[in-house]
C-alpha cells in the first residue's frame, strides 16, 4: 500500500527485491499491469523519514517514557520521540534524537 492510495501495491516481477521484500520502501514509478507494480524500488529504514521527510511527520515531540537523558560522550541531551509517517499515520519504532531547544530541554538540569 502507498501512503497516498489505498491500492495494493507490489514490487515489480523483475525487481531482485521481489523474493524478500523489505518492509519500508521508496519507489520511482507505479506501473499497472494486470496489478499495480512499483518499479525503481530501494529499502529504507523508517528512522530516517523524522529527517528526511520530517514535513510527513507528526507526534515528533518527545515522548515522556523514558525521559530525556544526558549523553556526555557527544555532550548532548536525548530524548526519545515516537513519530508516525504520512497521511495514513503509518507508525515509526521509537527514535533518540537531540533534544529540541526551547523550555523543556533546561528543565532537566
Not at 497516498?4 to 520511482?28: D, N
Not at 511527520?57 to 509517517?85: G, H, N, Q, T, W
Not at 523550555?103 to 532537566?108: A, L
Request: aromatic residues 10%; glycine residues 2%.
Amino acid at each position: 500500500q502507498t501512503m497516498w492510495t489505498s491500492e495494493v501495491v507490489h514490487i515489480h516481477q523483475h525487481s531482485c527485491m521481489r523474493a524478500e521484500p523489505p518492509p519500508w520502501v521508496v519507489y520511482l514509478e507505479l506501473s499497472a499491469k494486470s496489478r499495480v507494480y512499483m518499479k525503481g524500488v530501494a529499502p529504507i529504514s523508517p528512522q530516517w523519514l523524522p529527517e528526511l521527510a520530517a514535513s510527513l511527520c507528526d507526534r515528533v515531540s518527545p515522548v515522556l517514557e523514558p525521559p530525556p537523558r544526558y549523553e556526555a560522550a557527544k555532550d548532548d541531551l536525548l530524548c526519545v520521540i515516537a513519530p508516525v509517517f504520512g497521511p495514513r499515520n503509518w507508525e515509526i519504532p521509537p527514535k533518540a534524537v537531540t533534544m529540541p531547544e526551547g523550555p523543556e530541554r533546561y528543565k532537566h538540569f
